[in-house]
């Protein structure tokens, strides 16, 4: 069986790895890692058969590509919106670090071609979801950086979520036939949360991950006292893209939607 959880590690270079094309959490079908940047690091990336996202966590990096050049920076997920850099295949970014940087890398193969773009914090604005629903339970921000609307050609999703404390997100618990990887950070090192993938449920905590199957239920929540940031990355199937109007809710917990709290 394969693993639907993770908790990786940098190693002496700064790098994390999550997900492969041929590890344990192979069936996600995208390569993600995380990298740890020193003041005056310098990363290349780009592929000849895959797209790159290039998602900006915390830090001050400048993005060099295609003749551009931008100088950014992001406080943390908690405070400030993102910066992200999506490449199509066979073309390359130098990203060079300021300070102490964290950067997440998405990747997956792609034989279409599309135009390069950074996106900006104003260009995945945080909106709330959930207000409300469920005693309030289920209230949370959430950006899409980009998707099938905003970029056709992709063969990726990438998006970030922000739990206020205590509460779901995910939630009702809900399935859609495409991958998933998420990716979560606490406001404290010691925050925790729990991740549900179908009958499984783990424990998540700083720089830990979940690959969940497509078909597999995945809600997940925040501890009381500590607010979670997930970054959500969702692989297209071939013919069959992931669209905001997909989500398949479990049929249990429908009635929710009309009940009073």
């Given at each position: 069986m394969e693993k639907v959880f993770g908790y990786p590690e940098f190693d002496d270079t700064g790098e994390m790895i999550l997900t492969t094309y041929d590890n344990e959490y192979r069936a996600m079908r995208m390569d993600i890692r995380v990298y740890r940047m020193r003041p005056g690091d310098t990363r290349t990336f780009g592929s000849a058969l895959e797209e790159t996202a290039?998602?900006?966590?915390?830090g001050k990096v400048?993005?060099?590509w295609g003749g551009e050049e931008q100088t950014v920076?992001?406080?943390d997920v908690f405070t400030?919106?993102?910066?992200?850099?999506?490449?199509?295949?066979?073309k390359e970014a130098r990203i060079a670090a300021a300070q102490e940087t964290e950067i997440l890398v998405q990747r997956t193969q792609n034989d279409r071609d599309f135009a390069c773009r950074l996106y900006a914090p104003e260009d995945a604005p945080w909106n709330y979801s959930g207000v409300g629903k469920f005693?309030?339970?289920a209230r949370r921000r959430v950006n899409t950086i980009f998707d099938h609307d905003i970029c056709p050609e992709s063969n990726m999703v990438l998006g970030e979520v922000l739990n206020d404390m205590g509460n779901w997100s995910g939630y009702l618990p809900h399935r859609h036939p495409q991958p998933e990887a998420y990716f979560f950070k606490f406001d404290r090192p010691e925050g925790f949360g729990a991740s549900f993938v179908?009958?499984?449920?783990?424990?998540?905590?700083?720089?830990?991950?979940?690959a969940i199957p497509g078909g597999e239920l995945h809600p997940q929540a925040a501890a009381p006292g500590f607010r979670m940031y997930t970054c959500w990355m969702i692989r297209h199937l071939e013919g069959?893209?992931?669209?905001?109007?997909?989500r398949c809710e479990?049929?249990?917990y429908t009635w929710m939607h009309d009940a009073q709290f």
């Open positions: 290039i998602l900006l966590l915390s400048t993005y060099t920076s992001r406080k400030e919106g993102p910066w992200a850099l999506h490449l199509c295949r066979g005693g309030d339970a179908g009958d499984q449920v783990f424990k998540s905590v700083n720089n830990s991950f979940s069959n893209p992931w669209l905001q109007t997909d479990d049929e249990r």
